[in-house]
């Protein structure tokens, strides 16, 4: 069942949402060659009880870190360690936050040092994927309509996007109904309505779209190793079209 959300409810995940926007600007200007990604998640989870928040991650189905890394072939769910980042690494944080028992979920993908083309194209496309997806988002759409604006974006630019995980939705739990995959036909699904709220989340290959998971569990990256990039925003449907609610 799709849960729809009272005015007061979106301003309690708008509420989530800033906290988890501040901590992605804050930890952007920390990403630099030699960090180490467990001093990132150390500097997130710090920055997130500072305003009296939880961070969303930690515990759930026992994931063991307060942000999901994910390091050039690594796609989503990467736990933080003692790796340093090196200049020419692309990585991307997942990051989630609980307030006054409402969510708010964002993701984004950054350069270390200068990158190669490929992955400044990369990291805009699949950025710009999730414009589309916010764009599709309105009043009387329906569901597939989000999936199919990914998907013919990132597609025109020679990319993949992955199948194996997709968006949802989100309010007072972390993972509520529906799944918001990022590829198919257009037309299908439930009619989008006002007070619905989304996590879009595309995730967007070089190669192909398959992936597969390390022994660790978590860990997912490209099947064929290429590199992958990864935006988030949480959303809400209103009658004068999207909100972002995951912004400063």
Known sequence: MIIRKSPREIELMHQSGKIVAETHAFLAEKIDPGIKTEE????????ILKYDAKPAFKGYQGFPSTVCVAINEQVVHGIPDSRRLESGDIIGLDIGAVKNGYYGDAAQTLAVGEVSSEAQKLMKVTKDSLNAAIEAAVIGN?????????QNFVEAEGFSVVRNFVGHGIGSKMHESPQVPNFGP???GPRLKEGMTLALEPMVNVGDYRVETLDDGWTVVTKDRKLSAHFEHTIAITDSGSKILTKI
């Open 186 to 188: 257009p037309g299908n």
């Open 40 to 47: 990132i998640d150390r500097l997130a989870e710090e920055f």
């Open 142 to 150: 329906r569901l597939s309509d989000i999936s199919h604006a990914v």
